[in-house]
Nanobody
Framework: QVQFVESGGGLVQPGGSLTLSCAAS????????MGWYRQVPEKQRELVAS???????NYGGSVKGRFTISRDNTKNTAYLQMNNLTPEDTAVYYC?????????WGQGTQVTVSS
């Protein structure tokens, strides 16, 4: 059974950058599509970006051109490079399979964009 641990969040000013990491306890190569999700209070968790085992990527409209998802199957790790951050990107960020597997959810990592 895979478990994910997200890290790399923090407080950043608008226009700044962060790189999130998602370390898996198991072999993520078995997961065909990995996804990064985010959630703000009182809203549903939304898919931000996804990447297939072969590296094909897809992005939500609000982050396209600013975020880059990647995965290293040899390290069982996925990443989310976030550039030109805005206050609207403030959320708790999670990784999971896409579609998500309920028992894979980790604690997430908080990203706060504020001046």
């Amino acid at each position: 059974q895979v478990q994910f641990v997200e890290s790399g969040g923090g407080l950043v000013q608008p226009g700044g950058s962060l790189t999130l990491s998602c370390a898996a306890s198991g072999n993520i190569f078995s997961i065909g599509v990995m996804g990064w999700y985010r959630q703000v209070p009182e809203k549903q968790r939304e898919l931000v970006a996804s990447i297939t085992r072969g590296g094909r990527v897809n992005y939500g409209g609000s982050v396209k051109g600013r975020f880059t998802i990647s995965r290293d199957n040899t390290k069982n790790t996925a990443y989310l490079q976030m550039n030109n951050l805005t206050p609207e990107d403030t959320a708790v960020y999670y990784c999971n399979s896409n579609p998500p597997t309920p028992y894979y959810w980790g604690q997430g990592t908080q990203v706060t964009v504020s001046s």
